[in-house]
């Protein structure tokens, strides 16, 4: 019985220091390597920090966030699309979600 024991108890904790074990990076592209579409004016990273940006401060449940980044609204007359009814956001997975002005 004690033999059973200690056994269980060292297999629980080579299980925990297996679970515990540091896994490989993942292959993240390149920051430099990011880019969107809108219309048909292409926009990457280096192109957005040489445009404006402003920065909000956004509360949700409790804790404020902040977040910096070039408005929609550039982007879109940088893109030249000046009017518009309704704008659809599309991500590289499929997962897409719609904008009305």
């Known amino acids: 019985m004690k033999k059973t024991s200690l056994f269980l108890v060292a297999l629980l904790v080579l299980?925990?220091?297996a679970g515990c074990a540091n896994?490989?990076?993942t292959d993240e592209p390149e920051e430099s390597a990011w880019e969107f579409t809108i219309g048909?004016?292409?926009f990457t990273i280096e192109g957005l920090r040489k445009m404006e940006s402003v920065t909000i401060d956004l509360e949700k449940k409790g804790e404020v966030n902040s977040y910096t980044g070039v408005p929609l609204?550039?982007?879109l007359t940088e893109a030249g699309i000046a009017d518009f009814e309704s704008l659809t956001l599309e991500a590289e997975d499929g997962y897409s979600a719609g904008i009305t002005q």
């Open 40 to 42: 048909d004016k292409d």
């Open 73 to 75: 609204s550039v982007l």
């Open 15 to 17: 299980a925990l220091l």
């Open 23 to 25: 896994t490989p990076p």
